[in-house]
Every structure is written in structure tokens, then in C-alpha cells.
């Protein structure tokens, strides 16, 4: 009897959808999907109107082994789960002409490899209380937007652009001529985070707390600036980081 018991149905959550017919739906209703993994091998005429759905999108079909679906998700899977970006993801080059037309002066937040999910969230948190127009990220070593990172800012990823391209560099030189400087917080200079003029249109370079910001990024920024240390502890979680010269630029944009 237990071949033709009914399948369970599947269920989504805040990062997968399960079941073959679950994930054609969810690409038809325009979800934003990370990437689509697939049992090897297989078949069937659902899957089959699945393959065809994809091929008008640009979303990523992975063909892998059944044990990785199965560590995924213990659910009736059908062979295929989607995972599920809560977030969808925007490009700079259309916010920074917004909010000049706007007439505001544009404070982006750069995060250079932050792979932490709760990080990411805390430092989404402080950017959304301050006023930041977005936050760009790379398209690689950064955190994944998932349930932990929406919790820990307390929904703010939801309100706060969110700009996700595959090179920082040519990102910060697209800043640049968009007339923004580039203040890099880092500990490789001898100026604090209070030399920069943050009156003028600027973008906020942060780099992980292991390596700080890449050369390339440094070697581009207009001005570095460092916190200042007192104490027996060399350096701040990057989240605490990112608020501290954040504050700055607030307290100088309002007095």
C-alpha cells in the first residue's frame, strides 16, 4: 500500500521550497530564487515542465546527488528543492540617481567580504536607523540573507536596498563618478573616522574583521580613516564598526 500513498505536500519556508510542482509555481509567481538544486537523474513529465519553465529565466538548475536534498531538507522533497532569497536584491546604478533627484546627499555602506549572517543583519539594523540609502555587497563571500540575518536587524533588510555585483572595485569607481568619495574604515592609516568631510555624497568602505578591506578597495578609497583604540583590544566586531562611523557621518550631516 505504501506506493500509492499520498505524497505529503510540500511546504515552503523562509528559505526552501519543496516538491516539483511547489517550485514550478514559485517560479511562475516571479519568486526570487537563489538556484534550483535537482536529484541526478531525474525524470518525469513534471520535471519536464519544470526544465521547460526555466528556460526563460535566469535561474541556475544544479544537478546534484540525492544525499544533498536529503541533508537539505527531510521532507518529501520530490528530487527538487528551490532555495529562496527572501530579499530581492537591487542594483546601484539605479539608487544613486534617485536620490540626487530626490534632493538628498547619497550614504551608501560597502561591506567587503562580512560573511556573518548576524553581522550582516546588526550592521543592516544601524544603516536603516541612520538614514544609509543601501547597502552594497559582492556577489561572492558575503552573507546569505537568510531567517538569522532578517532577525538579528529586526526586519530592517526588508526596508533597506540591498545591492548585491560581482566587483567591488569597479562598483566604488562607478561611485566615484557618480560624484561620492569612498571613506575605507580601516586601521591602516594614521587619520580617524573624523577627518572626512561625510557632508558630501559619500560611500563607506567595511571590510571583514579578519582581513579588513582588499588592496584594491584601499587603493581606490579617496580617504582612510580609523577608530579610535584605547583599550588592550586591537580591533571592533565590524557590526560596532560600521555604527561607529556611521554615527560620525549622522553627527556631521546634522549639526
Known sequence: ???????????????????????????????DIETIYQQRGLGGDLFLELKAL???????????????????????????????????????????????????????????SVTDVRNMGAIARTAACVGVHAIVVPLKNAAQINADAIKTSAGALFSIPICRH??????????QESGLQIVACTEKTSDFIYAPDYTMPTAIVMGSEDEGISNDLLRVADHLAKIPMAGKIESLNVSVAAGVILYEAVRQRTV
Open 1 to 31: 500500500m505504501d506506493n500509492f500513498r499520498r505524497p505529503q505536500r510540500a511546504k515552503e519556508n523562509n528559505e526552501f521550497v519543496f516538491g516539483i510542482r511547489a517550485v514550478i509555481e514559485a517560479v511562475k509567481a516571479g519568486r
Open 54 to 112: 526555466l528556460k526563460d529565466t535566469l535561474i541556475p538548475l544544479n544537478s546534484v546527488p540525492i544525499e544533498k536534498l536529503n541533508r537539505m531538507s527531510q521532507k518529501n522533497h520530490q528530487g527538487v528543492i528551490a532555495v529562496i532569497s527572501p530579499i530581492t536584491y537591487q542594483n546601484i546604478e539605479d539608487i544613486i540617481p534617485t536620490v540626487f533627484e530626490k534632493g538628498e546627499v547619497p550614504l551608501i555602506l560597502v561591506l567587503d
Open 166 to 175: 560581482a566587483n567591488l572595485h569597479k562598483t566604488c569607481l562607478f561611485l
